[in-house]
């Protein structure tokens, strides 16, 4: 009995040390794991307590409407919080990329808001027009009234070569310049001396298609290499779900300055917006080199054309009205769109930023038939405004090729390249469109300028839309019969 007793006081003796040790251990592991976690969740917890102060700062640009987004953001993050607190907190760095995006979208929209309050809110200048501020007595009452504004007398010019942009700017009615004949016959007739089929594929079998189609009509194409936006400038675009209007909304962050720019914001170029400008630029900067003169035409490889195209074309470019200006030696040249995208009718006759649509474009249509007299043959086009887009088909004189480039370079504000009509207008030079349209756009697939252009894929409801007419007039230039339409 004494033997077993001593034997296991032994044993005790030697197992003691290594339990308490084993134990201290594993507090200690315990303990780092918690201080750990406690530092992440300390972080994540601060991330959520500055965004209050976030959604106050970062004000970097032209951003307006709604608070939902940063809301949204608050949500989301809070959730990712409660749903990865158990997997080591790898998500931080995505919560707080969306805590900085969200924080950005809330505060530049609140700084519109304001502005358009600002604007709205009703202020008595101290000063109008130069006049001094006067005071009126009424009772015991001084009401502040101003003198008339002084209303500046616009020019009536005897004759415009654009009516409708000038409607627009002026609210003038005013008659249509006579086209000048060039001095000399143009050889070409207006023909054009070059013309290019834009493709981001030198394989294409689209641009292939297009290059024999129009070969077989007396327009020798080149294939010109267009600059792929996506590829260039695609991970610089990315979307947040906007509670307000419940969808995504597409943003750009710059890589140079980390300026946020909301998709409905003025400056936003998608990717395929900002590739199709860099492949202008490419071009016209090359047509400048080579001191390219007389006119060119220039498609897009998803453009159709007139079944007839050859006799069509000959026609509306002896028209003088429609065609002199595109002549390889006309006098001041301009633009021809072969077919056009307008998307609107306008609230013409009264102005405004939606005055311009089809409404404008039908009394400019009716200006021109009046301009030519009771038996002129209806016109066979009619004058760009600013809801006139499309460049899918545009014969483009020399004379404005160096004015197109410049405006590409300029780098402030930049717009799709279509928005560039009324400039060319404003500048003197003719801009008119084909109407009925000689050309349309294939949009039978997604647009790789905007892929947000889903509604685009209904070719009927774009003819109607357009008034592209009967698209059976259209030829597959794959085929060179009429389009089949599913």
Same mark, same amino acid.
């Given at each position: 009995?004494?033997?077993?007793?001593?034997?296991?006081?032994?044993?005790?003796s030697? #197992?003691?040390?290594?339990?308490w040790?084993?134990?201290?251990?594993?507090?200690?592991?315990?303990?780092?794991?918690?201080?750990?976690?406690?530092?992440r969740?300390?972080?994540?917890?601060?991330?959520?307590?500055?965004?209050?102060?976030?959604?106050?700062g970062?004000?970097?640009?032209?951003?307006?409407g709604?608070a +939902?987004?940063g *809301?949204?953001?608050?949500?989301?993050?809070?959730?990712?919080?409660?749903?990865n607190?158990?997997?080591?907190?790898?998500?931080?760095?995505?919560?707080?990329l969306?805590?900085?995006v969200? +924080?950005?979208?809330?505060?530049?929209? &609140?700084?519109?808001?304001d502005?358009?309050?600002?604007?709205a809110?009703?202020? !008595?200048?101290?000063?109008?027009?130069?006049?001094?501020?006067?005071?009126i !007595?009424v009772?015991n009452?001084?009401?502040? @009234?101003?003198p008339?504004?002084?209303?500046?007398?616009?020019?009536r010019?005897s004759?415009?070569? $654009?009516p409708?942009?000038?409607?627009? *700017?002026?609210?003038q009615?005013?008659?249509e =310049?006579?086209?000048?004949?060039?001095?000399?016959?143009?050889?070409?007739?207006?023909?054009?001396?070059?013309a290019?089929?834009l @493709?981001l594929?030198?394989?294409?079998?689209a641009? &292939?298609?297009r290059?024999?189609?129009?070969g077989?009509n007396?327009?020798?194409?080149?294939?010109?290499?267009?600059?792929?936006?996506?590829?260039?400038?695609?991970?610089?675009?990315?979307?947040?779900?906007?509670?307000?209007?419940?969808? $995504?909304?597409?943003?750009?962050?710059?890589?140079?300055t980390?300026a946020l720019?909301?998709?409905?914001?003025?400056?936003?170029l998608?990717?395929?917006?900002?590739?199709?400008? /860099?492949?202008?630029?490419?071009?016209? /900067?090359?047509?400048?080199?080579?001191?390219? @003169?007389?006119?060119?035409?220039?498609?897009?490889?998803?453009?159709?054309?007139d079944?007839?195209i050859? *006799?069509?074309?000959?026609?509306?470019?002896?028209?003088?009205?429609?065609?002199?200006?595109?002549?390889? *030696?006309?006098?001041?040249?301009?633009?021809?769109?072969?077919?056009?995208?307008i998307?609107?009718?306008?609230?013409?006759?009264?102005r405004g930023?939606?005055?311009?649509?089809w409404?404008?474009?039908?009394?400019?249509?009716?200006w021109? &038939?009046?301009?030519?007299g009771? @038996?002129?043959?209806?016109?066979? =086009?009619? $004058?760009?405004?600013?809801k006139?887009?499309?460049?899918f088909a545009?014969?483009?004189?020399?004379?404005?090729? #160096?004015?197109?480039f410049?405006?590409?370079?300029?780098?402030?504000?930049?717009k799709?390249f279509?928005?560039?009509?009324p400039?060319?207008s404003?500048?003197?030079?003719?801009?008119?469109?084909?109407?009925?349209?000689?050309?349309?756009?294939?949009?039978?697939?997604?647009?790789?300028?905007?892929?947000?252009?889903? !509604?685009q894929?209904?070719?009927?409801?774009? +003819?109607?839309?357009?008034?592209?007419?009967?698209?059976?007039?259209?030829?597959?230039?794959?085929?060179?019969?009429p389009?089949?339409l599913?």
């Open positions: 009995m004494g033997d077993r007793r001593s034997g296991s006081s032994r044993s005790s030697v #197992q003691i040390p290594w339990f040790a084993a134990l201290l251990v594993g507090c200690a592991f315990l303990g780092v794991v918690w201080r750990k976690a406690s530092y969740i300390d972080s994540l917890q601060h991330q959520l307590d500055l965004v209050s102060v976030q959604l106050q970062n004000v970097q640009a032209r951003v307006g709604g +939902a987004l *809301n949204r953001a608050i949500g989301e993050v809070q959730s990712l919080v409660e749903e607190l158990q997997s080591q907190f790898g998500f931080q760095e995505q919560a707080q969306l805590l900085k969200a +924080a950005e979208v809330k505060a530049l929209r &609140k700084v519109q808001t502005s358009s309050r600002r604007r809110s009703p202020q !008595a200048p101290s000063a109008i027009s130069g006049g001094a501020r006067v005071q !007595a009772g009452r001084v009401e502040p @009234t101003t008339a504004p002084i209303v500046k007398t616009i020019p010019p004759c415009v070569n $654009n409708a942009i000038h409607y627009e *700017n002026t609210g009615i005013i008659e =310049c006579k086209p000048k004949p060039p001095a000399t016959p143009d050889p070409q007739k207006g023909w054009p001396t070059k290019y089929v @493709t594929n030198m394989e294409s079998q641009m &292939k298609d290059q024999k189609y129009l077989k007396g327009i020798r194409v080149d294939s010109f290499e267009g600059v792929n936006g996506r590829d260039l400038w695609g991970s610089e675009y990315d979307y947040i779900y906007d509670e307000a209007v419940k969808q $995504n909304v597409t943003y750009h962050r710059s890589p140079d980390g720019t909301l998709k409905d914001q003025p400056g936003f998608t990717a395929g917006e900002r590739g199709y400008r /860099g492949t202008m630029r490419k071009l016209f /900067g090359r047509l400048l080199l080579k001191k390219v @003169t007389g006119n060119v035409l220039v498609m897009d490889d998803d453009a159709l054309f079944c007839d050859w *006799n069509k074309l000959k026609e509306l470019l002896a028209d003088q009205r429609c065609g002199s200006h595109v002549q390889s *030696n006309a006098e001041n040249g301009g633009v021809l769109l072969l077919g056009s995208a998307w609107i009718n306008g609230t013409y006759p009264e930023n939606y005055c311009a649509g409404k404008l474009t039908d009394a400019d249509l009716k021109a &038939k009046q301009n030519g009771e @038996t002129a043959n209806p016109p066979m =086009c009619f $004058n760009a405004h600013r006139t887009f499309g460049t545009v014969i483009y004189h020399s004379s404005v090729f #160096q004015r197109i410049d405006w590409l370079v300029e780098g402030t504000n930049p799709p279509d928005h560039i009509f400039e060319i404003k500048a003197g030079h003719i801009v008119r469109v084909a109407y009925p349209p000689l050309a349309v756009q294939d949009v039978r697939h997604e647009s790789q300028i905007d892929a947000s252009r889903r !509604a894929h209904d070719m009927s409801w774009r +003819a109607k839309m357009h008034r592209w007419g009967d698209l059976q007039k259209f030829c597959d230039p794959s085929t060179s019969k389009i089949a599913d």
